[in-house]
């Protein structure tokens, strides 16, 4: 085999030695941006600003993969790979996706009204807000998670998606459908009403069949505090005392299609490699997931262009937070470096710009770039 390749090599006219000198440096490099990012994310978790698990996919290729922190501390049991986190909002991209795989199947229609698929839903509202409308959060209907009495009610309660949806989802619109954008959960929830109505199966059954077991994603599902899951790391928060135990929430009824799924950092990458691909949706429903409108909002996508410090071209990110009790993510695409970064983490759900700065920070360290000194986020 070495005879062979020197003969490759010296009938190019090419020198062997140089050849893998150059591999070594690269490879070289390469070690040392990991050691970098390993070192970045260590700074937060010192000042209790990170505890979870995170990836990093560069160029089609996982260059890192890693826990930190525990995911039960009265147990001191490690985040790993393969822990479950509750994703929060990142949800809600999936919905989105259902959404566009029943309309690539002529079930519904991005422009009819939500009164054609949900009957009982009040009339003088309904009959005006649009598929689209709910999608792109320029809805005008109120957000059932902004009143604490109705989350104080239903995290503590096992209430149907269409009680939830009657009761607490059709108060009077706050703008003209359309004219402006509101980040709404109430109008990711109702999508999740109507996918039920359109399949006649659930919201879980729909996510199974059409992308979790189609994608081999093995390791996510909706949470359920009835259900034993496997790996699934416990919430916390962060007070004057230390850690404690989040507060309780029902995420199966309480927030459902907005934000009820639990995910790997390993099985979240899968989704990202599908949703980039061309495994689950037509090129024009693609065009209109990525492409942002009010509000730089798609379809449960966030899209932006910026120009990071020490870059002369400005870079386009895709992606979403995610913010439950005991619990805060993010997934990001910077789509001209072919760059995805995945952190979820069990504390600080009230901290969530911590994961933006430590995506920034591998972004940077990616490009050769030195990481902005460690910044600590109250939002």
Not at 287 to 312: D, I, Q
Request: proline share 3%; net charge positive.
């Amino acid at each position: 085999m070495k005879k062979a390749i020197l003969l490759i090599c010296l009938c190019l006219n090419l020198p062997a030695f140089p050849l893998s000198a150059q591999s070594n440096k690269k490879t070289s490099s390469q070690n040392l941006k990991v050691k970098n990012i390993d070192r970045l994310i260590e700074s937060y978790v010192e000042n209790k600003l990170f505890n979870g698990s995170v990836l990093v996919e560069e160029k089609g290729r996982v260059i890192f993969k890693k826990g930190y922190g525990l995911a039960n501390m009265e147990w001191n049991i490690p985040n790993s790979a393969d822990t479950k986190f509750r994703i929060g909002s990142i949800t809600k991209q999936f919905t989105a996706t259902l959404i566009l795989l029943l309309e690539q199947e002529g079930k519904i229609n991005l422009q009819a009204k939500i009164t054609d698929y949900l009957s009982w839903y009040r009339k003088d509202s309904g009959d005006k807000i649009t598929i689209e409308n709910l999608l792109k959060h320029t809805s005008g209907i109120p957000n059932y998670t902004a009143k604490s009495s109705v989350m104080d009610d239903i995290a503590i309660h096992n209430y149907s998606p269409k009680e939830i949806a009657g009761k607490f989802l059709s108060g009077d619109p706050e703008f003209e459908p359309g004219t402006k954008f509101s980040y709404d959960n109430s109008g990711y929830f109702l999508l999740g009403v109507i996918i039920e109505e359109i399949t006649k199966k659930s919201y879980a059954e729909n996510l199974k069949e059409k992308i979790f077991a189609p994608l081999e994603m093995k390791n996510s599902g909706i949470d359920s505090p009835f259900a034993l899951i496997e790996n699934r790391a416990v919430g916390y928060e962060y007070g004057l005392e230390g850690y404690q135990n989040a507060n309780f929430i029902n995420m199966e009824s309480a927030t459902y299609a907005a934000g009820a799924i639990y995910s790997t950092v390993e099985d979240l990458n899968l989704w990202q490699n599908a949703l980039y691909g061309e495994r689950l949706l037509s090129k024009k429903n693609k065009h209109l997931m990525f492409t942002p409108t009010l509000g730089n909002y798609g379809y449960g996508l966030f899209t932006g262009r910026s120009k990071p410090n020490g870059m002369s071209k400005e870079i386009t990110s895709t992606g979403h937070h995610g913010g439950i009790n005991g619990f805060s993510a993010l997934l990001i695409k910077f789509v001209e470096t072919e760059t995805t970064v995945i952190l979820l983490d069990n504390t600080r759900a009230e901290k969530r710009g911590n994961l933006e700065n430590i995506s920034l920070g591998i972004f940077r360290i990616l490009n050769n770039l030195p990481p902005d000194e460690l910044k600590k986020s109250t939002k």
